[in-house]
């Protein structure tokens, strides 16, 4: 089956950049999604597609694709952007996958 | 306004059978895919399967697969997973979400989940 690899976590300076990564075979033919995550909460869909936001989510969240590499860049965190961060993929067996989650601490 | 309200949560006992469900409303039901995600506590989101409610076509990570029932009940617009019988390790949180499709673009299919349930929490203890 089908895998997704982030790192597990990550710190970025209050107003700095932060990028998070996702590596996958999936992803060279299908693009990932982005999920937020907060404690005690549902994830909620930050960015999809080549670079598409989601009405509602800042401008400081953009996404990019290479090959097997998607990655999700915070330019300017915020102290509200500390969150779990995942991807997902479609596979070519019609299911999906998720990644293994990124800690993203703003210090 | 795009609403998933999943059924509350659940306190079982190892053995039991259960059904959760996940009710869709301000869309057309039949139209979208619907996913479901397990969260097993203080651990990362887990993909278990989807189901078309147009004509309940389903897929399951092989994960999962043999482990649980997803179906579908489209004349009331909710999506069910299920288990016949419980463990201790199906404690976990459990999400549906809806499917949308962006299309084909530079080679690549566009898939994401726009809208998500409240999450349902089920604990399984003897």
């Known amino acids: 089956s089908s895998e997704l690899t982030q790192d597990p976590a990550v710190s970025v300076a209050l107003g700095q950049t932060v990028r998070i990564t996702c590596q996958g075979d999936?992803?060279?033919?299908?693009?990932a999604s982005w999920y937020q995550q907060k404690p005690g909460q549902a994830p909620v869909l930050v960015m999809y597609?080549?670079?598409n936001r989601p009405s509602g989510i800042p401008d400081r969240f953009s996404g990019s694709n290479s090959g097997n590499t998607a990655s999700l860049t915070i330019t300017g965190a915020q102290a509200e952007d500390e969150a779990d961060y995942y991807c997902n993929s479609r596979d070519s067996s019609g299911n999906h996958v998720f990644g293994t989650g990124t800690k993203v601490t703003v210090l | 306004e795009v609403q998933l309200v999943q059924s509350g949560a659940e306190v079982k006992k190892p053995g039991e059978s259960l059904k959760i469900s996940c009710k869709g409303s301000?869309?057309?039901?039949?139209?979208?895919?619907i996913g479901w995600v397990r969260q097993m506590p203080g651990k990362g989101l887990e993909w278990m399967g989807i189901?078309?409610?147009?004509?309940?076509?389903?897929r399951y990570s092989p994960s999962f697969q043999g482990q649980v029932t997803i179906t579908a009940d489209k004349s009331i617009n909710t999506a069910y997973l299920q288990w016949s019988s419980l463990k201790a390790s199906d404690t976990a949180m459990y999400y549906c979400?809806?499917?949308?499709?962006?299309?084909?673009?530079?080679?690549?299919?566009?898939?994401?989940?726009?809208?998500w349930g409240q999450g349902t929490l089920v604990t399984v203890s003897s």
């Open positions: 999936s992803l060279r033919n299908y693009y």
């Open positions: 979400a809806r499917r949308n499709y962006g299309g084909i673009s530079e080679r690549m299919g566009e898939y994401y989940f726009d809208y």
């Open positions: 301000g869309y057309t039901f039949t139209n979208y895919w």
């Open positions: 189901i078309y409610p147009g004509d309940s076509d389903t």
């Open positions: 597609g080549k670079n």
